[in-house]
């Protein structure tokens, strides 16, 4: 895979799928509808969806590609793949919340290792650069020239006083009772794969997940996380959380900075 060009090629579909996003965020009214599985999509996330597809697909036409919008591709089976959540955070959009971002990320061997994750509405622009390393982009965002980055990294945590991120939309007794196994001094709630940023900025020291996601919900930001000295395990035995998985749908699991003494499920 040339890096490079990964790099280049997702941060420009991702911004170019939050225009229009935006656009259609800002209509007076836009269409919800729902899924077999009754989760809510919008025009935005459709029109996202093809942007991205049809540029992925026309710059890497022999990488596998998996993306939400697309039911066809969750069928493909294979453990390297880019993999797409054009609009992670549906309801906080339909809410108009703000909390909500586009995710592409590459899984090389069911490990996620370069992603962007683009807040449009927050101008919040996370991505991995071709050497791996998370940077935060701040500027104009340009869609053909990188502007100003800085590299992000993951806190040293106080285990005596933790910064907690969690769901803003899936909070639930399982997910309090487990970080009341923890000393917190603080805690925050986030929507979508900006809670993984925070993480991987250092804002938030660690985002237990007690709760269904699927694949293309996590990449990018888990990719985000590990170049920023993060990592992401399964919240039963504390195993990698991989990639690749049957039906992409994944396990409970922990998305933490180094550092932090783990608590058990």
């Known amino acids: 895979m040339d890096y490079e060009k990964l790099t280049q090629v997702m941060r420009r579909l991702s911004l170019e799928a939050g225009d229009k996003i935006m656009e259609i965020y800002g209509q007076d009214d836009f269409e919800v509808k729902s899924k ?47 993999i797409v959540d054009p609009l992670d955070g549906t309801k906080e959009f339909i809410h108009r919340r703000g909390d909500f971002t586009v995710n592409i990320a590459l899984v090389e061997g069911g490990v996620p290792t370069r992603g962007v994750v683009y807040a449009p509405a927050k101008n919040r622009m996370f991505f991995t650069t071709a050497d791996g390393q ?22 040293k945590p106080d285990n005596s006083a933790l910064m907690v991120v969690a769901s803003k939309s899936h909070r639930d007794q399982a997910t309090d009772d487990y970080i009341g196994k923890y000393s917190v001094k603080d805690m925050k709630s ?28 996590t990449a990018a930001g888990h990719a985000v996380l590990k170049g920023a000295g993060g990592d992401v395990i399964r919240f039963d035995d504390h195993s990698p959380l991989t990639y690749g998985k049957a039906d992409y749908a994944n396990p409970f699991f922990i998305a933490y900075a180094q550092g932090v003494n783990l608590k058990d499920a």
């Open 190 to 217: 986030a929507g979508s794969s900006l809670k993984f940023c925070l993480v991987a900025t250092g804002e938030a020291d660690i985002y237990p997940r007690v709760g269904r996601t699927m694949e293309w919900d």
């Open 36 to 82: 077999s599985d009754d989760s809510p999509v919008t025009a935005a996330d459709e029109a996202a969806d093809k942007i991205i597809s049809d540029g992925l697909r026309a710059a890497f036409p022999d990488v596998m590609l998996v993306t939400e919008e697309q039911s066809a591709t969750h069928s493909t089976t294979g453990d390297t793949f880019l």
């Open 134 to 155: 998370s940077v935060e982009e701040t500027g104009a965002f340009d869609k053909d020239a990188v502007g100003p980055t800085t590299a992000i990294s993951v806190s």
